[in-house]
């Protein structure tokens, strides 16, 4: 039976090669991405170049990715899949493996492949975070190329982390964020949004990065297209594992447990997408809409549009950082995007004006013009130095 495991799973290993990742193709068809309707971030745990420790092990980075996402992997302090990465790298030695047994491991303290030759082992006690789960329950897999593509929309659907073994030239390990199919036939796919461990290998400080490939079934196998040059790398598994329970905290669109400016703005995206989730609806009208971004700014973060630097107040320092940031495109409510549509502009100095008239209506206090910020913009200090007051009427 282990010879069969061995052939099957495959170790997952580093494939040693210096050409560049390519991807980033433009997408085509209607996307679906985990993190957009089930909440968190995709996430990128990256080997290091100057690390000796991670050579072989795309399949702890992946593991460690959906340990992030899924919320198991949050023990210890670690809060991000680079801590956890690390954490496989202490206790691990460095030789391929299967994200999987990683996963049991961390759950349960059991590492399936414990004592096979060429397989990465465990040389220092740990894992065993979560004894009192039943793994088994919630772990998914699907061994089938042809329908590997299948299994990836259901497991992201489900809102399951979702990791990729690939197979061709060699064996690896990817994690999963998203897939393209065609708007008029849902089961013809065109891509695969994806994090890899390796596409930075060499890079001083490796950047996280999501990429985008597109996929072709050839002879019954779903082939990631020019991936590090080679049409030959095709999808072999895809694995899943299920979320933990979460408590959640209305306004945490992105679900990491804060709701932050961070939320303001995907909140924005979500209404722009049109995708339904009952965890967005805030006002509980059955709908992702604006209204729902006045309950977040309004009833849960108890300010208003404005507020940039969200102190609870619209003051001359919010004023400040949309001046500073007039005609800049996808900078955010922290840079002074207040109505969500990707560009600082007089649309947002109206939102400010509004937000300070309401903090401020018993106080003898301006409210520049645009006009005045537009000349602010384009003078600097000239413009500040000759702008007037003038006290509002009561």
Not at 42 to 59: F, I, Q, T, Y
Not at 127 to 140: D, E, I, N
Request: proline share 4%.
């Amino acid at each position: 039976m282990r010879s069969v495991l061995l052939t099957t799973l495959a170790v997952f290993i580093a494939f040693g090669t210096t050409t560049s990742a390519l991807g980033d193709v433009t997408p085509t068809g209607v996307s679906y991405m985990l993190h957009e309707n089930w909440g968190g971030s995709w996430v990128d745990a990256e080997k290091s170049r100057s690390s000796s420790e991670d050579d072989n092990m795309c399949w702890a980075a992946t593991a460690a990715n959906v340990l992030e996402w899924t919320g198991w992997g949050r023990v210890e302090g670690m809060a991000n899949s680079d801590d956890i990465f690390g954490y496989f790298q202490d206790h691990w030695t460095d030789q391929g493996g299967q994200m999987t047994y990683g996963w049991q491991w961390w759950m349960t303290g059991y590492n399936p492949s414990n004592g096979w030759s060429g397989w990465s082992q465990v040389d220092v006690p740990g894992g065993g975070f979560h004894p009192s789960q039943y793994y088994p329950s919630l772990y998914h897999r699907n061994s089938n190329p042809g329908s590997a593509m299948s299994a990836l929309d259901t497991y992201l659907r489900s809102g399951y982390g979702t990791a990729i073994a690939i197979y061709g030239p060699g064996g690896h390990a990817i994690t999963a964020w998203g897939f393209t199919h065609d708007a008029q036939n849902p089961s013809e796919y065109n891509g695969v949004y994806i994090t890899d461990s390796d596409d930075y290998k060499n890079h001083p400080s490796a950047p996280d990065r999501l990429r985008y490939y597109e996929v072709e079934l050839t002879a019954g196998k779903w082939h990631l297209q020019s991936y590090y040059g080679s049409n030959d790398w095709y999808i072999g598994g895809v694995y899943a594992l299920e979320a933990a329970p979460r408590v959640h905290t209305p306004g945490d669109i992105n679900g990491d447990s804060n709701v932050t400016a961070d939320d303001i703005d995907l909140l924005a995206e979500v209404i722009a997408s049109g995708v339904y989730n009952p965890d967005h609806d805030l006002n509980g009208d059955g709908r992702i809409t604006t209204a729902d971004r006045d309950t977040l700014i309004r009833d849960i973060l108890n300010t208003e549009y404005g507020d940039f630097d969200l102190n609870g107040s619209v003051t001359a320092a919010d004023y400040t950082i949309w001046a500073n940031n007039y005609g800049e495109s996808n900078v955010g409510w922290r840079n002074g995007d207040a109505n969500g549509d990707d560009v600082v502009d007089a649309g947002d100095y109206t939102h400010w004006a509004t937000g300070k008239r309401l903090f401020s209506a018993s106080q003898n206090t301006a409210t520049p013009e645009p006009g005045t910020l537009a000349l602010l913009c384009m003078g600097g200090a000239l413009a500040f130095s000759r702008r007037k007051s003038h006290e509002r009427r009561q």
